[in-house]
């Protein structure tokens, strides 16, 4: 397979067909290698429209649903974010080449290890990853951008308080099948803004079906 040709094309006939218009964000989806962050058994679809296993019942986001996450976020290169949900680790390396630091969080350790094997492969430094379930705690600090990889049943304020002002938060709410993928900004200490950007159905975090403090 002509892998730079196959991602060329998963770009332009996926992603930008999708209404992802932002140059910086497609540029760097046909230079990242998105075959180097899949399961060896699928190396063949790297570039399918598809959500592709990663084992414990996770999968990786589709080519457009990332597209629409990045631009979404609008990354300015200087930003620090937080990703819930590492994955594969190729979210997390379009977010690193987009920002100046990426903290990835996953509950599964393999996924940690397989993440930062790829990561490194694609000579990626500006990423920290750490263990931990993030439906039940964060890390500490504050962040220009997070990018919440499965669904929460729910929304969580947790997630507007780990913002700095100004910051922005895409997360994916709801009960399948019908679930929303939401823009939150916060807008000052106590208060944030809400655009609903898309129809979509996402696997939930682990944990992210659990009765919520709040709701919105």
């Known amino acids: 397979m002509n892998t730079e040709f196959a991602r060329r094309q998963m770009?332009?006939?996926q992603v930008r067909g999708w209404n992802v218009n932002d140059e910086?964000?497609?540029h760097m989806l046909k230079d990242l290698p998105r075959e180097q962050f899949v399961p060896g058994a699928y190396k063949?679809?790297?570039?399918a429209e598809m959500e592709i296993p990663l084992g414990h019942g996770e999968r990786m986001m589709s080519p457009m649903i990332e597209g629409r996450v990045l631009q979404a976020l609008g990354l300015t290169r200087s930003e620090r974010v937080?990703?819930?949900?590492?994955?594969?680790?190729?979210?997390?390396?379009?977010?690193?080449?987009?920002?100046?630091?990426?903290t990835s969080v996953d509950i599964y350790e393999d996924?940690?290890?397989?993440a930062a094997n790829s990561?490194?492969?694609?000579?990626?430094d500006n990423v920290e990853l750490i263990q931990l379930d993030a439906m039940r705690e964060l890390p500490p600090g504050e962040f220009d951008a997070i990018a919440v990889t499965g669904s929460i049943q729910r929304f969580d304020p947790r997630f507007v308080?780990?913002?700095?002002?100004?910051g922005r938060l895409f997360v994916v709410v709801g009960n399948a099948p019908a679930m929303t993928a939401k823009l939150v900004q916060r807008t000052d200490a106590h208060d944030w803004q809400t655009t609903s950007l898309f129809e979509t159905s996402l696997k939930p975090l682990v944990h992210g079906a659990l009765l919520p403090q709040f709701t919105f």
């Open 161 to 166: 308080t780990a913002l700095v002002p100004g």
């Open 44 to 47: 063949e679809l790297a570039f």
């Open 11 to 13: 770009v332009e006939q």
């Open 111 to 114: 996924f940690l290890q397989s």
């Open 119 to 124: 990561l490194s492969a694609c000579d990626i």
């Open 82 to 102: 937080l990703e819930i949900g590492c994955g594969s680790g190729f979210l997390t390396a379009c977010l690193a080449r987009l920002s100046t630091h990426v």
């Open 24 to 26: 910086d964000v497609l």
